[in-house]
């Protein structure tokens, strides 16, 4: 048995998956560690998991937008503020204290992949995301772009794609470089580098998707499912290890026992048959919810009384906006996502990753009204490309034309075949995460850089 240390990353869906991967880890035979943000405490201790607390990378530096109102402590330069503000001292505490067998550092934890290497264990870092880098036939995933089709999905259009992003990320740097008077996060990750050893010309990359960088050869296991990427070669070293989904997780702040009644209630109504569908509306952490799209949605339920609506609203959604609801619109302040999608047939979401492979664990088709930020436009032309689900347009669908979408989703055997194959793929990845750990520590060596 190995005692494995896992860092996550500042949201809550980092917590979940890579949690989730802990867990994996555990009933593997192995000892597992968490290492989270403060903010994560409380629900650490609502779970009952091993963990310890450090400072995550993407609060703002000491100096950031501000470097020309506030002058550094005597005795030191802004860089070394910034540098100290990383609290890195408390992380190699960490290490210290649980003596780990392996690392696993979720990847935009990027002070802590410049110091693990100094750690002399094995070492790799942990994705959420389908590629990232750029390869042969992969369009940036903050695009909605699928490729073959069209002039953005040719070979030329991918090209110029990236190369815009390229640039701007070029402009960007320089832009935060004079913003900050030199202690902008990139240079930032450089003057730690020269302090830790670690060949950031070499193994750092600047014009990636990634934001301020990523990595050439690190080993990388990323949480999603390999059948779903779009066709090319791999980079190196990055191993699809299968979504994570951390099914005995506890979210007392999303239910109380109220929200699990009621729940319970519309549950069994379904099993008794006054409904014959359940409809999942997840509602995004972070996007604003179109509320003109919601009542489109609500009016579908008004033409379909056997069917069940279940929405969430979120932080940014309130009751009086959507007006009066038919009875079987159930709505929630927030929603214990498992245990709706355990009984759902269909869910709309704005093409999060972590609810996509929670849909696929439940084999729920979706219905993609795509955000347009992150990594979601990536996930919904997945999607797409693969046939589980359908793309909506939250601009152009009518009322007709979304209750003909939730209709699909229930009996088109394209969608229901091509969700069964993916469903069948996810069983199968199962043991590619505890093979890929168990090579790491069969090693026994740091990574080579």
């Known amino acids: 048995m190995a005692h494995i240390l896992l860092v996550t990353g500042s949201f809550r869906g980092s917590l979940n998956r890579i949690g989730g991967f802990g867990a994996y880890l555990k009933k593997g035979g192995h000892e597992v560690t968490l290492a989270v943000p403060a903010h994560f405490q409380p629900l650490m201790e609502e779970r009952g998991l091993s963990y310890r607390i ?81 390869r042969p036939g992969i369009p940036l995933i903050h695009r909605h772009t699928i490729p073959g089709e069209g002039f953005k999905g040719s070979s030329l259009g991918l090209e110029l794609s990236w190369l815009k992003h390229q640039l701007k990320k070029w402009l960007r740097n320089r832009k935060y470089w004079l913003r900050d008077g030199g202690t902008d996060r990139l240079s930032l990750l450089k003057a730690l580098a020269k302090q830790t050893g670690f060949p950031f010309q070499k193994e750092a990359e600047k014009y990636q998707w990634l ?77 604003s919810t179109e509320i003109s799209l919601l009542k489109r949605i609500i009016a579908v339920m008004q033409r379909n009384p056997d069917w069940l609506l279940i929405l969430g609203m979120g932080k940014k959604l309130k009751a009086e906006q959507l007006g009066k609801l038919p009875s079987n619109v159930a709505l929630f302040p927030f929603l214990p996502q498992l245990k709706v999608l355990a009984y759902a047939d269909c869910c709309f979401h704005h093409g999060g990753i972590n609810t996509l492979n929670e849909c696929i664990h439940f084999k729920v088709p979706c219905i993609i009204y795509s955000g347009g930020v992150m990594d979601g436009p990536g996930v919904t032309a997945r999607i797409a490309y693969h046939k589980i689900g359908i793309v909506g347009d939250a601009n152009k669908d009518r009322t007709s034309d979304i209750e003909q979408h939730i209709q699909r989703t229930f009996s088109d055997p394209e969608i229901l075949d091509h969700m069964e194959r993916v469903y069948n793929a996810y069983l199968s990845s199962r043991g590619k995460g505890l093979a890929v750990v168990e090579k790491l520590l069969d090693s026994g060596q740091p990574v080579k850089i």
């Open 54 to 134: 450090f400072r995550p990378f993407f609060p703002p530096t000491p100096h950031e937008r501000t470097w020309w109102k506030k002058q550094p402590a005597k005795g030191k330069t802004r860089m070394q503020e910034a540098i100290e503000a990383l609290d890195i001292e408390r992380f190699d505490q960490i290490v210290e204290e649980i003596q780990p067998d392996l690392l696993l550092i979720d990847m935009e934890q990027h002070h802590l992949v410049s110091k693990a290497p100094s750690y002399a264990i094995p070492f790799a870092l942990l994705l959420g995301w389908y590629t990232i880098w750029k």
């Open 211 to 287: 934001i301020p960088v990523s990595y050439k050869t690190l080993p990388v296991l990323t949480t999603v499912l390999e059948e779903l990427e779009f066709p090319t070669q791999n980079r190196p070293n990055l191993h699809y290890i299968g979504p994570m989904v951390y099914l005995d997780r506890k979210e007392a702040d999303f239910t109380n026992e109220e929200i699990e009644r009621r729940l319970d209630e519309l549950f069994a109504e379904k099993q008794a048959g006054k409904y014959s569908k359940c409809i999942y509306w997840a509602t995004s952490s972070i996007l």
